[in-house]
């Protein structure tokens, strides 16, 4: 189950699980297009795919996905909480409502959609959960005080998590991307994109298949003993 995966890093996590032979949920919030080509192109490898559509800040969508999910394709073992939105701007000009909205979706979205989930993992006796940070989780970005609080937060609870489930047989690990680039980053100006680029010491911007690699790796045996860890996916720039 990844949410968020009609596009960007989402989809290209689903794409590569789907690889290894993964069926999976596409979760998205409108852009219902893009997550049915991503169920074409995940069918066209021979997984089964389906496409949900949930606000993952919403309490009663979130269940209703899950009801869905577990219907067509079985219980969740994998659930990667990607869904993400930046309203940048500084504190003094930022509106209530942009604040609130990010960290329902980053923050109460991860929550939301991993409580849903774990009673099946714990059933299951195993399990995974990626949630998505960000580099600026960990350092601070100034314009992004409720972005990066947001992303803050996603690290403590992936810390907290993973001490809960770690006895049952469930990892609870997050990724933290630097600067990765999805249309969630083409929106920023060239200036920007320079600067942000100065501050790379692999002077290169990452793809999202980058990110997927590593969600592969922490949803993959290979990982068993990890829980708890941020792994920072960012060509030095977190250093
Ligand atoms: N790109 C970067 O440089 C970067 C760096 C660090 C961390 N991240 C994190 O990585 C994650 C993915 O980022 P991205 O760059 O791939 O973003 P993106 O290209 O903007 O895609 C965002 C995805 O989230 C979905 N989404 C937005 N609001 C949602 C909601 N309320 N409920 C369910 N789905 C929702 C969108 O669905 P629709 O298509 O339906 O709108 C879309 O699939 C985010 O958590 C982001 O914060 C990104």
């Not at 920007?192 to 010491?201: C, D, N, R, S, Y």
Request: glycine share 10%; net charge neutral.
């Amino acid at each position: 189950m990844i949410t968020g995966a009609s596009r960007g890093i989402g989809r290209s996590i689903a794409l590569r699980m789907a690889e290894h032979g993964a069926n999976i949920a596409v979760n998205y919030a409108s852009n219902k297009e893009a997550a049915i080509e991503v169920v074409r192109e995940i069918e066209s490898m021979g997984a089964k795919a389906i496409a949900v559509k949930a606000d993952v800040s919403d309490e009663t969508q979130v269940s209703e996905m899950m009801e869905i999910v577990k219907e067509k394709l079985g219980p969740v073992h994998i659930l990667v909480n990607n869904a993400g939105i930046t309203r940048d701007g500084l504190l003094l000009r930022m509106k209530t409502e942009d604040w609130r909205k990010v960290l329902d979706i980053n923050l109460t979205g991860s929550y939301l959609c991993s409580k849903s989930v774990i009673r099946d993992m714990m059933k299951a006796k195993g399990g995974r959960i990626i949630n998505m940070s960000s580099v600026v989780g960990l350092s601070g970005n100034a314009g992004q005080c409720n972005y990066s609080a947001s992303k803050a937060g996603v690290v403590g609870f992936t810390k907290s998590l993973a001490k809960e489930l770690a006895g049952k047989g469930i990892t609870v690990n997050a990724i933290a991307p630097g600067f990765i680039e999805t249309e969630m980053t083409d929106a920023l100006s060239e200036k920007v994109k320079a600067q942000i680029l100065g501050e790379i010491p692999m002077n290169c911007l990452g793809s999202s298949e980058d990110i997927a690699e590593a969600a592969l790796f922490l949803a993959s045996e290979s990982s068993r003993y990890i829980t708890g860890q941020v792994l920072q996916v960012d060509g030095g720039m977190g250093i």
